[in-house]
Structures are given as structure tokens and as C-alpha cells.
């Protein structure tokens, strides 16, 4: 083969492929734009199903503005996702892990619920957004009802923050302790590993999160870059588990490589004219 050959053969190494249901957000902090760069960063191919656009009002206190995608748009692109790498494909990598980031509606809950039933995905890491703020609050909470109801049963792998695991697991969390025994009813509840977030709600001068899966419970820990959350974080630790889960890592270390990821990006955070920093993905390199 000459070397104008060479140059010319593709490369045959394929990385994995992981979708990210979620919602658009418009400063590029977190949804699936933090998603994605986070899939990019960790050495897969990402692709991103919308379910709505959110934005800020900077005009209302910076206020979120939630506008849903149309129902039958969501299914078209869960459609054409899986039609180009679901396991009937013939893509020589099978898209068998997603990422379900925030849905919004009880109708988009029943539409991605009823593609994942019938996708073939062996990892459904769920990052269980229960509240936006641009919500009518009667409509947040049926969400909130149809999402434990109809997604959270077929996770494997869930990553609440310090509400979402106060509301999954039904117990306050006020300390490392309560932290663990919340991580542990929410696996009791669902069945999946769970990576519970304290991170700075927590007193101390670590930030702290508690992986369980059923068999092993490990407190994750590093010290704390400010006393305030930062935009981005939990989408990105999200997606990190994703990535390193369709790579074919076990849980557990899934767990530790995305908390280490996102603990660079707080340290590296990009500041902006809104009043909070969002994570940096390109600061872990």
C-alpha cells in the first residue's frame, strides 16, 4: 500500500455510540449541550434527541422559560436515532446506552418510555430533573409522578441530586449518613446503581456523592470548588457515567471517572454575564 494509499483508508476504529434525551439549553451550560461535549470529551460519538428548549430570562431574575418540543418531533427523532444505530441497524456499533436528561411533560415521558421499552438498551442512565422553574407547578409535579412511574423503572443507573434524592428516596438528607441511606432506597425503590449527589448542600469541606448498586457502597469525595453549584455539573456527570458505561466499564468506575471529570470542569469553570458559572468540559485535559 503507498502512503497515498494509506492516507486515504479510513480509519475502522469505531467508538461508541450514546444518545442523550434532554432538553436544550441556551447559554451551552448544560442539557444537551453539556452532554454532548461531555460524550466528545470521553471518547464517544453523541447524538442528542431534544424534548424542549429552555432558556433564561435575564430580564426575571434569570428565571427559566420552557417551551416542549412536539410530540410527534420527539418520536421522529427517536425513530431515525435508533433506525441508524439501533440494534437492527447493521451500524457496526450498536447504540444500546442512552442518557434521559429532562423531559418536561407527562406526554414526553410516555413517548421516550415507549421507545426505550422497545430500543434494546442495555444502560439507561437517568438523571432525574424533576423541577424547571418556568413550570406551572401542578404540571411540575405530574411530571415529577409520570417520571417515576414510567422512566425511573427502566433505569439501571440514576443520578439524583441532593432534592431529586430527597423526593426518590422520600427521606430528608441532611449529612453524609442520610446521604447513604438515601442512595440505598433509591436502588430498593428502582433496582438500578445509584450515584446520589450531596456535592456543596452538604456541610463540610468535601463534596461528597454515594454510589450504590446493591453490592458495593462507596463514598466518592473531593474538596469543594466554592459553595456554589455550578450550571452543567449534573448533566455532565450524567453523560460522564454514560460514556464510560458504553465503553464497558463497570459501574463503580463509571462512578469515579465521571465524579474526577466533573471536579476538573467546577475548577475550570467558564464565568459569563448570568449570575452562575457553568462547568467546563475541556477542563479536564
Same mark, same amino acid.
Request: charged share 15%; net charge negative; aromatic share 4%.
Given at each position: 500500500?503507498?502512503?497515498a494509499?494509506?492516507?486515504?483508508?479510513?480509519?475502522?476504529?469505531?467508538?461508541?455510540?450514546?444518545?442523550?434525551?434532554?432538553?436544550?439549553?441556551?447559554?451551552?451550560?448544560?442539557?444537551?449541550?453539556a452532554?454532548?461535549?461531555?460524550?466528545?470529551?470521553?471518547g464517544?460519538?453523541?447524538?442528542?434527541?431534544?424534548?424542549?428548549?429552555?432558556?433564561?430570562?435575564?430580564?426575571?431574575?434569570w +428565571?427559566?422559560?420552557?417551551?416542549?418540543?412536539?410530540?410527534e418531533?420527539?418520536?421522529?427523532?427517536?425513530?431515525?436515532?435508533?433506525?441508524?444505530?439501533g440494534?437492527?441497524?447493521?451500524?457496526?456499533?450498536?447504540?444500546?446506552?442512552v442518557?434521559?436528561?429532562?423531559?418536561?411533560?407527562?406526554?414526553?415521558?410516555?413517548?421516550?418510555?415507549?421507545?426505550?421499552?422497545?430500543?434494546?438498551?442495555? +444502560?439507561?442512565?437517568?438523571?432525574?430533573?424533576?423541577?424547571?422553574?418556568?413550570?406551572?407547578?401542578?404540571?411540575?409535579?405530574?411530571?415529577?409522578?409520570?417520571?417515576?412511574?414510567?422512566?425511573?423503572?427502566?433505569?439501571?443507573?440514576?443520578?439524583?441530586?441532593?432534592?431529586?434524592?430527597?423526593?426518590?428516596?422520600?427521606?430528608?438528607?441532611?449529612?453524609?449518613?442520610?446521604?447513604?441511606?438515601?442512595?440505598?432506597r433509591?436502588?430498593?425503590?428502582?433496582?438500578?446503581?445509584?450515584?446520589?449527589?450531596?456535592?456543596?448542600?452538604?456541610?463540610?469541606?468535601?463534596?461528597?456523592?454515594?454510589?450504590?448498586?446493591?453490592?458495593?457502597?462507596?463514598?466518592?469525595?473531593?474538596?469543594?470548588?466554592?459553595?456554589?453549584?455550578?450550571?452543567?455539573?449534573?448533566?455532565?456527570?450524567?453523560?460522564?457515567?454514560?460514556?464510560?458505561?458504553?465503553?464497558?466499564?463497570?459501574?463503580?468506575?463509571a462512578?469515579?471517572?465521571?465524579?474526577?471529570?466533573?471536579?476538573?470542569?467546577?475548577? +475550570?469553570?467558564?464565568?459569563?454575564g448570568?449570575?452562575?458559572?457553568a462547568?467546563?468540559?475541556?477542563?479536564?485535559?
Amino acid at each position: 500500500m503507498t502512503t497515498a494509499e494509506a492516507a486515504a483508508t479510513p480509519d475502522r476504529t469505531t467508538p461508541a455510540v450514546v444518545l442523550t434525551i434532554a432538553g436544550s439549553e441556551a447559554t451551552g451550560g448544560a442539557g444537551a449541550q453539556a452532554d454532548l461535549k461531555t460524550f466528545q470529551e470521553l471518547g464517544v460519538f453523541g447524538i442528542a434527541n431534544l424534548t424542549c428548549i429552555v432558556s433564561f430570562d435575564p430580564s426575571d431574575s434569570w +428565571n427559566h422559560r420552557f417551551v416542549p418540543v412536539d410530540q410527534e418531533v420527539i418520536a421522529h427523532q427517536l425513530e431515525a436515532t435508533t433506525a441508524a444505530y439501533g440494534a437492527a441497524s447493521g451500524a457496526p456499533s450498536v447504540l444500546d446506552t442512552v442518557k434521559i436528561g429532562m423531559l418536561g411533560s407527562p406526554a414526553t415521558i410516555e413517548t421516550v418510555a415507549s421507545a426505550l421499552a422497545g430500543g434494546g438498551f442495555t +444502560n439507561v442512565v437517568l438523571d432525574p430533573v424533576l423541577i424547571c422553574k418556568g413550570q406551572e407547578p401542578g404540571h411540575a409535579l405530574d411530571t415529577d409522578q409520570a417520571l417515576k412511574a414510567q422512566i425511573l423503572p427502566l433505569a439501571t443507573f440514576v443520578t439524583p441530586n441532593h432534592f431529586e434524592a430527597e423526593s426518590l428516596s422520600g427521606l430528608e438528607i441532611t449529612d453524609l449518613d442520610s446521604l447513604k441511606a438515601a442512595a440505598i432506597r433509591i436502588h430498593e425503590i428502582s433496582g438500578a446503581a445509584v450515584l446520589a449527589k450531596g456535592g456543596v448542600r452538604l456541610a463540610g469541606p468535601d463534596a461528597v456523592d454515594v454510589f450504590y448498586d446493591g453490592e458495593t457502597l462507596e463514598v466518592l469525595s473531593a474538596p469543594k470548588v466554592g459553595e456554589v453549584a455550578v450550571s452543567g455539573a449534573g448533566c455532565s456527570l450524567a453523560a460522564a457515567v454514560t460514556a464510560e458505561l458504553a465503553k464497558g466499564a463497570a459501574p463503580v468506575e463509571a462512578a469515579r471517572t465521571a465524579k474526577a471529570f466533573v471536579t476538573a470542569g467546577i475548577r +475550570n469553570r467558564v464565568a459569563s454575564g448570568a449570575p452562575f458559572d457553568a462547568l467546563w468540559q475541556g477542563g479536564a485535559v
